[in-house]
């Protein structure tokens, strides 16, 4: 069973007339399932009730408070980056949250063997003490932790195939050697950040393998990463749990990337992911812009979750 974690509140995060992260991305892909028969054949699941000791498992507390407060203030961006936000920015990043700690315990817990979260805001480049890049709270992070927290789960796979670099997730687990953080992304680009050199630190270092790539990379620049460098790793690491950073801006034709990814190419790398941890994968989604483009990616690689 593949369970399928789509809350509505998401779309109460409205960034602003022209924001190429619009509120339309939800209801794109979550019409594009139903099309193709897919959300009939998923298991519906309720976001869980993040509580702030959850946040605190991944966030700073000053910056929980700060971001908390600004966006019921009524700003129109982050003090801390470039993430605009409305006054139910919060409501809808706690819940894109819990989503993906709703799919944890759904996984984990023997209710379903895979999962997806229709989720926004995304959150890759939220990092403990900032939000950016259109992101105010990590998603997968916060996912990650609470495998390990509330069911035990040892050692955890994050991949990231967003176009680019998921800094905040690197940032958060740099010195940690119990979560592995694997990310294919166009350089130079957005946020500037994962060089092949940053693989860790301290007990950590190691457990960061960045593979960076120019404009105009798509399957086989992509697919050599993960077969000739993640999987190699993978037989190493041994990981307990996949989650999978799903950004479709990786996707040819998206505005805010160079890539040359195809709906088949998704479907093949999530086949791939879903060969490692017994295929216990949760995936959430973070970017993607061409909603046409998002949509039909969304749906090769959820029909890929489904088998």
Known sequence: MTAL???????QHDPGPGHPEQVRRFDAVLDA????????????????????????????????QRAEEEIHQGRATLSTGDTDICTDSWDAARKAAGSG??????????????????VRPPGHHASAARGMGFCVLNNIALAARHAQRRHNVGRVLIVDWDVHHGNGTQDIFYEDDTVFFFSTHQHPWYPGTGLAHETGAGVGRGATLNCPLPA?????????????????????????????????????????????????????????????????????????????????AATAHVGALLG
């Open 5 to 11: 974690i789509a809350d509505p509140l998401c779309k």
């Open 216 to 296: 105009g990379s798509g399957h086989a620049e992509i697919f050599a990463a993960f077969t000739d460098q993640l999987l190699p790793a993978m037989e190493k690491f041994r990981p307990e749990l996949v989650l999978i950073s799903a950004g479709f801006d990786s996707r040819i034709e998206d505005p805010l990337g160079q890539f040359r990814l195809t709906d088949d190419d998704f479907a093949g790398l999530t086949r791939l992911v879903c060969g490692l941890a017994k295929g216990r994968v949760v995936s959430l989604l973070e970017g993607g812009y061409n909603l046409r483009g998002l949509a039909s």
């Open 33 to 64: 399932l139903t099309a193709a028969g897919h959300v009939e054949k998923m298991q519906r699941l309720n976001p869980r009730d993040i509580t702030r000791d959850d946040l605190l498992l991944v966030h700073e507390a000053p910056y929980l």
């Open 101 to 118: 700690l709703a799919a944890i315990d759904a996984v984990c817990g023997g209710k379903a063997e895979r999962a997806f979260c229709l």
